[in-house]
């Protein structure tokens, strides 16, 4: 049976971090701006789709939804010792290298039957301009496969905050922009796949151009 929220252990870590560091961090160092809060769903299975440019991406994103984001990481980091625990507490799931696609997608619908929000980035990987130009089916495989809805967010200045030659995070503007809500694909073929993740990229660049 599924659940409708995540483990309460989990919800009081996110809480805890983010309003704690996150929060702080985001209105003030990097100026934030939030459009769109209110369309984010806060119980039930939910695929957030966004763009990725910067390793401050994921808990950027996760505070401004305001509920944990399930995110992917490699396998490897699942064997160190305190850091696997941490890192499953705030919602990360294990994926091996070498079947990437479909261990993901497992234990991703796994992570939205658990009560979580599953985050994807479209392009699957970080862009310079933070721009999607060739988006990957995974997040709409996701949702198909879950009978989830899909949101599409986008991040605008994050790919300024780590710049060459400074060892810290520059304090940057960052706004986040909220889409609506987009239906799951009717099926797991391909046409319908590509149907649904063509208009989820098509949302957040449109979002991501409006700027600051």
Known sequence: MSREREPFVNLFLYYLFKYSVLAPMFKTYFRGRIYGAEKVPQAGALVIVSNHASYFDPPILSSCVQRPVAYMAKEELFDVPILKQGIRLYGAYPVKRSAADRSAIRAAVDALNEGWAAGIFLQGH????????????????????????LLPVSLWGTERILQKGY????????????????????STKREALQATTEKCAAAVNAMHNLGR
Do not use: Y
């Open 126 to 149: 970080r862009t310079p301009d933070a721009r999607i130009t060739n988006p990957k089916f995974g997040g709409a495989m996701i949702a198909a496969k879950a009978k989830a809805p």
């Open 167 to 186: 060892s810290v995070p520059q304090p940057v503007p960052v706004t986040v922009r909220i889409g609506e809500l987009i239906d799951p694909p009717s």
